[in-house]
Each structure stands twice: as structure tokens, then as C-alpha cells.
């Protein structure tokens, strides 16, 4: 056999046998709590012996009038010391995996005051004196030799908790910063990861090392893909923009990577340096958070009496609670789904003080006797109508009644609005509704008619009249119709992800941004205003999917990588389906007093020419007759060319 080979081979073996005999000990002592303090306690024992020994060894060297036996009584007054006083300070009650270098710290001073027992000790008992030099190298020696046992034992427990995980992960932490170093800490203690280095942006780091592990520069991420299980983001404080870009640049090497909490959980205490997490979606929007005027949502809904229709649904439940930390005087909520209404309310009740000023009601927009109920009891200030059919293939699928619930909602709303003087109604309607291809498309461009009518009709009115006003804007995140939701459970199932078109783009917001920007519309609302919201750049739906795979720490499975880890399938485009959406009909738009926030002009039909034109519709919708429906709807929706 190669002498080279065998060498390798018995140094290999006999670290296998040195591992086995750790991870026994590790069983028999540390699985319980007596075991440990008794190891724990012998050692120190020998420690503190072997430390008296080597301090006289090293006092006396060379010195031969020196006889040992006059200083006997050093090791016992040590032993009988030593160990009482460290189990009267609970050295023996701290945990030994969380031991940290400030150890050192503690121990030195238990050690000191245990010096200065024994050394009052000599001088009561007249013992010989073996002098200063002597008492320091005692100190010393005993204060590093136990602080080392027990950052040894330490470092082997992680070890062998470590290696009792099925597999062990090869990560890198981006940034080498405090975030870093915590983390590094934190992850060797949890066991089950091998940190190979830092990457960070600081060229001056470049080459150097931080807990013994090397720091490297971001270009060496390719070089080091194939020994990396993950990259892990250790700097909470970056800018949305610095973070997108190291996210695009490892996304295009397809390592998985996690992040470290924000820097606002790890003050509050949410969160721990070492609660991992998946990149959020939101980051790929690809802009900051807008930054809004909270103020000005507050005096807005203050000592108001506000209505939410809608409210279990995902934008009328953030309405809620938006609403509700503004201070309303009430705060109305309506919905058809019990399941639904029952969660927000639920939610937003777990506040005492707030739940006086909450009322839910279980039912139908579409019930005109139950909205004039409710308007005649509570003299509505502010009335946000959310309540909608959005769900565009089941809407397709089912149109008499998506038509129904959406058209005849709103003309409800709107007309109690007008006899109870309700001040404000805004309608959240769609980019859906701008040259309609499909029928939720048309109900919300006629909702949208509706509100315009009945605005021109309320203005007529001197003594009293309602703000009308609409909303229009695209998708928001993780929403009950957002693609989102969809894309994470097909990819929780282990995939594939099915696409329509792999050309489709959307428009896409957060939902809480949304519905800040909402209530703000409301106070800038003149009456039969269009508002549209700054939904930022159009994202493509086929990039998307495949940043949600690689967040969720997968591959995309195609040609170029047939052992990937999820699939997408182009399905086709379905009925009603656009490769993508716009927000304006007439392509013209105006700003407002708010940097996010446009208005825009359309055309709309009179007040006495729509209602008729309605009435027709409602009732053609009861007999569910479709050719007259359809002719009734291309009336209303010239742009429409479809049927049902």
C-alpha cells in the first residue's frame, strides 16, 4: 500500500474513533444534568491541581532550597476552595453549548476572589508565603486552562449535535458585518451548518477572516457555487435596492439564499439573529416601499363613521385594519362569507379598546333592504365598496352571477348612498375594467359607469350631496385573485407551476401600500373623480414564478437544467385572459396633490340614460337571458367583443 495513502487513511480512522468516544461521553454525561456537574467537576479538579503544579514549576525553576512539602497546603486549600465557591456562584448551572469568550471574564473573578480566601487563609494559619509571583501564575493558569475546557467541550458538542443532522449545509454569509459575526456565532451552535466564508462588498475585508472564517469578494460566488448549499443575507439594514441587486446576481448563479430578521424584529425581540427566512416577494418589486403621509390617513378617518364592504376579503380586511388605527369613531364591516368576516374581526377584537368601535355584519351588498338598515341606524360618513366577484376564469364560468353580485352591489350602495347622505363613496375597481376582454372585466367598467352617473346626479343637489369617487389600479400581492398564492401552494406540492403565456406581464403593488394610497384618495376626491395609482414597472408573470422557485431555495426545471427542482407549464391563455393590463381608456392622465396618486377624465353615460338601461339588465339577469344580456352589455361596454 502507498505509504501516502495508509498515512491518510489511519489519520482519518483514528479522528473516527476520537469522534466516537466524544459523542459517547456527550450521551452518558451531558443527556443529564447530575452527570455533567460531576465531569464538570472532576475536570476542574485536575485543572486547578495541574495549574498549582505548573505555577510552582515555573516559580521555582532552578531554585533547590525550595521543599515542595512547605507548600502542600496550597493544592488542598485550593481544592477545598475552588469547588464550593463555584458551585455557591452557579458556574455549574450555566449551560455549557452557550458558553462565549466573555466566560473568561467570570471565571477571573471567581478565581481572584478564591485567591484572596486562600491567601487570607495562609496568613491566619501562618502558612508559608510562596509569593506574589506565585499567586498570579496560579490565577492566570486556572483562569484559562477551565475557560478553555469549557469552550472545547463547547465546540464539540456542536460538533456531534450538528453531525446528527441527516445532512449538513455548506453556506456563505453575505456581509461581514455585526449582523455577520452574531450569526456565525448563532449557526455553530444550532449545529447542522458548515460556515465556508463571508462575502462583503468592503474590498479592505477581502482576504481577511472573522471567527476564523475568511472573508472573500462577491465575484467568488460563482467560483465557490458547487461546495454552496445556501448564501445567507446578514445585513438587515440594506436599502431595497442594494438588496434586489445581490438577490438578481445569486438568483442567476441558482444558490439558494435566506435572510437574517429586519434590524426593527431583532430590536423589538420578534425575532432572533438565527430565525432564517425565505426572501420575501415583496423585494422583487424592485422599488422602496412608498412613503406616505400616515398623517394624513388619520385625520381623514378620525371620529368617522366608516363602512368596508367586502371587509374578509384581502384588500377590505387591510382596509379594516388601517381604518381601524386611524381612530374611527365606527368602523362598519360587511361581508357575505361568515368564515371571512369572523377571521378580521376576530382579529382586530383581540384589542379591547378597539372592540367597541367595531360592528360586523354578516350579508349581501346586493340586499337593498339591509343596506338602507344599516344606513338608517348609522349615519355613515365614509363608505369604501370592496365587495366584488374578482376571481376572473370562475367569473367566466359563472357570468349571470358574477354580473349580478358586482353591477347590482354597487347600484345599491350608491342610491342609499345618495338618500342617507352618505359624505363620501369610493369604489375599488380594476385595470381590469380598461377595454375589457372578459365578463369581471365588464362588470367593474359598468360599476364604474354607476358611480360616475350617480356622482353628475348627486352634484345637482345644493343643499346636500355625496362624494363619489374610483380607485383603478392592478394586482396586489398575495391577494385572493394575485397569481402569488397560486404560484407558492403549486410550489409547497413540489410543482409544476402552470403559466397561461410566457409573454404575460402585470402590474403588481402591496397590499398595504395600496390601501394607504386608497384612504388618501378620499380626501382628494371633488366628486365623479377617476383615481389611478403609481403601480410602479410591469413585471413579467413567467419572472415571477421563477424568482418565487428560487426563493422558496429550489431550481426551475427546463432544458438548460433537467434536475431542477419545479416545473413550468404554458397552459394557453384563457378566455377573457390579456397578455397585459392597462390602467386608462383614453391614455390620459393628470397629477394630484400626491406623488403616487393620478386622476384621469372618461367618458361616462347620464344619470337618466343609465338607470333605464340598468333596470333592463337586472331584470334580463333574473330570467338569465343571455343573448339580450350580451346586447345590453355591449351597449354599456362598446369595447367589450365578447359573449357569455
Known sequence: MNIEKFIKKSYKSYLLKIYEIFNYLYKYFFSNDYRKRILLIFIDLLLISLSVTFAFIFSFFKKDNIDIKDYIWLIYSFLLVFIPLYAFTGQYRNLTRYTSSKEFYSISIRNLICLIIIISIGKLFRFNDPGIRLWFLIWLFSSISTTSLRLILR????????????????????????????????????????????????????????FGVKI??????????????????????????????????????????????????????????????????????GRDPLKTNKLENFYTIKDKIVLVTGAGGSIG????????????????MIDNSEPSLYSIYNELGKDENKISLIKPILG??????????????SKVDTIFHTAAYKHVPLIQMNPFQGLSNNIIATRVICTEAIKRDVKKVILISSDKAVRPTNIMGVSKRISELIVQAFSEESQKNKKHHTLFSMVRFGNVLDSSGSVVPLFRKQIK????????????????????????????????????????????????IKELAEKMIFLSGLTVKNENNPLGDIEIVITGLRPGEKLFEELLIDNKSYKTGHPFIFTAKEKFLKYEKLIPILDDLERELKRYDQQKVVKILINLVPEWEGTI
Open 155 to 210: 465546540d464539540c458538542i456542536a460538533i456531534i449535535r450538528g453531525s446528527s443532522n441527516k445532512k449538513i449545509k455548506n453556506v456563505y454569509i453575505y456581509g461581514a458585518g455585526n449582523a455577520g459575526s452574531q450569526l456565525v456565532a448563532s449557526l455553530r451552535l444550532s449545529g447542522g451548518y458548515s460556515i465556508k466564508g463571508f462575502y462583503d462588498d468592503n474590498q479592505d475585508l477581502w482576504g481577511r477572516t472573522l
Open 216 to 285: 472573500y469578494s462577491p465575484k467568488k460566488i460563482k467560483i465557490f457555487k458547487n461546495q454552496t448549499d445556501q448564501i445567507l443575507l446578514a445585513i438587515p439594514s440594506l436599502d431595497k435596492k442594494k438588496r434586489l441587486e445581490i438577490i438578481n446576481k445569486i438568483q442567476e448563479i441558482s444558490i439558494p439564499i435566506f435572510e437574517i430578521p429586519s434590524i426593527e424584529d431583532l430590536i423589538s425581540g420578534k425575532a432572533t439573529i438565527n430565525k432564517l427566512k425565505s426572501i420575501s416577494i415583496n423585494d422583487l418589486l
Open 317 to 332: 380586511s387591510e382596509l379594516c385594519r388601517q381604518i381601524i388605527i386611524n381612530q374611527p369613531k365606527k368602523l362598519i
Open 364 to 377: 349581501n351588498v346586493c340586499d337593498r333592504r339591509l343596506i338602507n338598515k344599516i344606513f338608517k341606524e
Open 493 to 540: 406540492s413540489g410543482g409544476p407551476i402552470t403559466l397561461t403565456h410566457p409573454e404575460v406581464i402585470r402590474y403588481f403593488m402591496t397590499i398595504p401600500e395600496a390601501v394607504e394610497l386608497v384612504i388618501q384618495t378620499s380626501k382628494l376626491s371633488k366628486g365623479g373623480d377617476l383615481f389611478l395609482l403609481d403601480m410602479g414597472k410591469p413585471i413579467a
